[in-house]
């Protein structure tokens, strides 16, 4: 049982835009900010969001973040067929932890 | 370019433990960021194992705490885990990683490494 929770799956049709949300509580998202990774298949993790709503260098426009209370968003613009991947959110929580979401499976149909 | 490289056993045995080293290149741990270990169950989501700082300074899970040591080596930039007392659940794959803060994200990755617990 993850102590950030992401909806299991989420699919889009290209051009389409797909949200992912990630609730947690007063101690994690609440108090600190999210960040989000996408793992496409058989690869490492990839820092998609930091800070809430920042974007690495590299990363398209077409994701951006966004967090309200003890819960972030991720959006995805413009979808692609190389979108498709599992998306984990991330927190620091105020126990001295990382906490991770379950992650979500991101499917373009 | 900043690199990271796991390296260390496939195989651990149950009951023993687990040992990992993690090489840098392309920046020198010893200028600052935390370093971290993180691993993924075969067809699971990520969990944290702990950070270090440059300077030596440990966080770790809370729930893998007893039986965690992260280190760091800053004449051969490279950071290592000790996880003792394995058991199947600890099989995965582990990475390293880097972080700015202990609330950044981790920016840069290793490959990753399957560690098999099995007699």
């Known amino acids: 049982q993850s102590v950030l929770t992401q909806p299991p799956s989420a699919s889009g049709t290209p051009g389409q835009r797909v949200t992912i949300s990630c609730s947690g509580s007063?101690?994690?998202?609440?108090?600190?900010?999210v960040n989000w990774y996408q793992q496409l298949p058989g690869t490492a993790p990839k820092l998609l969001i930091y800070s809430n709503n920042q974007r690495p260098s590299g990363v398209p426009d077409r994701f951006s973040g966004s967090k309200s209370g003890t819960s972030a968003s991720l959006a995805i613009s413009g979808l692609q067929s190389e979108d498709e991947a599992d998306y984990y959110c991330a927190a620091w929580d105020d126990s001295l932890d990382v906490v991770f979401g379950g992650g979500t499976k991101l499917t373009v149909l | 370019q900043v690199q990271l490289q796991e390296s260390g056993p496939g195989l651990v045995k149950p009951s023993e433990t687990l040992s990992l080293t993690c090489a840098v290149s392309g920046y020198s741990i010893s200028s600052g960021y935390y370093w971290g270990w993180i691993r993924q169950p075969p067809g699971k989501g990520l969990e944290w194992i702990g950070s270090?700082?440059?300077?030596?300074?440990?966080y770790y899970n809370p729930s893998l705490k007893s039986r965690v040591t992260i280190s760091v080596d800053t004449s051969k930039n490279q950071f290592s885990l000790k996880l003792s007392s394995v058991t199947a659940a600890d099989t995965a794959v582990y990475y390293c990683a880097r972080q700015r803060q202990l609330w950044f994200g981790f920016d840069y990755w290793g490959q990753g490494t399957l560690v098999t617990v099995s007699s």
């Open positions: 270090i700082y440059h300077s030596g300074s440990t």
């Open positions: 007063s101690s994690n998202i609440g108090s600190n900010t």
